[in-house]
């Protein structure tokens, strides 16, 4: 059902989003680098590795620099038309393609490069590849301001990789154990929310048995208590 669903939404999404795909592509085409496409080896179902597509938003040899494949608030690595794509979204539209293509889904755990993969705990990883990984899906949706959150930090990458990473985990195997077409649904519209009202708390909410956070982001991910 999940499968069907995806193709259904997939491709009305791509016959919507079409107006906004060809704009896009002319502006990336003669800015910046020249790039339209950004193509990126990730951890998906099984543990295959996937190429995933994205609008062009950052230098191509970003990987190499800075901060690698983790992206901070305001990196400099950023071009300019990428921060607008990048914080509306925009830039994650071609991923409607790997969903047709059947590497992704709508909804499922984000799927991240092998360094991010990497910093799972080991039992997290065991369970996050028994799905297809997703576009959206709750850990997005609760880490939705993640690069400002590593910003604040003053150690962005042990914050990342020891509080980050391990409660994302939690949070993807919930729904790997919890998955149904109404979580499924569900997750559709909370992404829609959250773009459109970054500080709601409705997922705490909508989603009944999420794993408690650690007491360091308890604060910033609006958890009630």
């Known amino acids: 059902m999940q499968r069907l669903l995806d193709i259904l939404f997939s491709l009305s999404a791509l016959i919507i989003f079409l107006p906004i795909f060809v704009p896009i592509t002319?502006?990336?085409?003669?800015?910046?680098?020249g790039e339209v496409f950004f193509k990126q080896k990730r951890v998906g179902r099984g543990g295959v590795k996937f190429d995933?597509?994205?609008?062009?938003?950052?230098?191509?040899?970003?990987?190499?620099?800075?901060?690698?494949?983790?992206t901070l608030k305001d990196d400099p690595r950023v071009l300019p038309v990428g921060r607008f794509l990048r914080t509306t979204k925009l830039n994650e539209l071609p991923q409607l393609l790997n969903i047709?293509?059947?590497?992704?889904?709508?909804?499922?755990?984000?799927?991240?490069?092998?360094?991010?993969?990497?910093?799972?705990?080991?039992?997290?990883?065991?369970e996050i590849v028994k799905v297809v990984p997703g576009l959206s899906g709750i850990g997005s949706i609760v880490f939705r301001g993640e690069e400002d959150m590593m910003?604040?930090?003053?150690?962005?990458?042990?914050?990342y990789d020891e509080v980050i990473m391990p409660y994302k985990g939690e949070l993807e195997c919930w729904y790997v154990n919890k998955r149904s077409v109404s979580v499924y649904l569900k997750s559709i519209f909370l992404t829609a929310w959250v773009v459109l009202f970054p500080n709601s708390s409705a997922h705490w909410r909508a989603f009944s048995g999420l794993p408690d956070p650690p007491e360091e982001l308890v604060n910033i991910l609006n958890y009630p208590q």
């Open 52 to 70: 995933l597509l994205k609008f062009a938003t950052m230098l191509k040899d970003s990987p190499n620099i800075g901060t690698g494949t983790v």
């Open 151 to 159: 910003h604040a930090s003053k150690d962005p990458d042990r914050f």
């Open 26 to 33: 002319v502006v990336l085409r003669f800015t910046g680098e």
């Open 100 to 126: 047709l293509w059947g590497d992704m889904s709508l909804i499922g755990p984000r799927p991240q490069t092998q360094r991010c993969f990497d910093a799972f705990p080991k039992s997290s990883q065991a």
